[in-house]
Nanobody, 117 residues
Framework: QVQLVESGGGLVQPGGSLRLSCAAS????????WGWYRQAPGKQRDLVAR???????NYADSMKGRFTISRDNAKNTVYLQMNSLKPEDTATYFC???????????WGQGTKVTVSS
């Protein structure tokens, strides 16, 4: 099992920044990909960014250049640095860990981000 706990959400003004953290515990050594997803009220959950165990990253088009995903292996933590935030970035952000060998996805409980003046 893998446990994921997100933190760092909150209220921020347009143009501001936030850094989300995802602390992982449990059997994380077999995790292949770490990711951040988001879900706005009434909408589906969408990919924000992912990072592989080898450090390869990819981003949704609307986040490129504004968001950065990173990982601190020593702290078992994945981060999402979000800059130049827009009201449309308002959503609950979820951390995800994918284990390919068992086709298993693990999810955190989510952290809410509100971008508003």
């Amino acid at each position: 099992q893998v446990q994921l706990v997100e933190s760092g959400g909150g209220l921020v003004q347009p143009g501001g920044s936030l850094r989300l953290s995802c602390a992982a515990s449990g059997n994380i050594f077999s995790i292949n990909t770490w990711g951040w997803y988001r879900q706005a009220p009434g909408k589906q959950r969408d990919l924000v960014a992912r990072i592989t165990s080898g450090g390869i990253t990819n981003y949704a088009d609307s986040m490129k250049g504004r968001f950065t995903i990173s990982r601190d292996n020593a702290k078992n933590t994945v981060y999402l640095q979000m800059n130049s935030l827009k009201p449309e970035d308002t959503a609950t952000y979820f951390c995800n860990a994918e284990k390919i060998i068992t086709a298993t996805d693990y999810w955190g409980q989510g952290t809410k981000v509100t971008v508003s003046s």
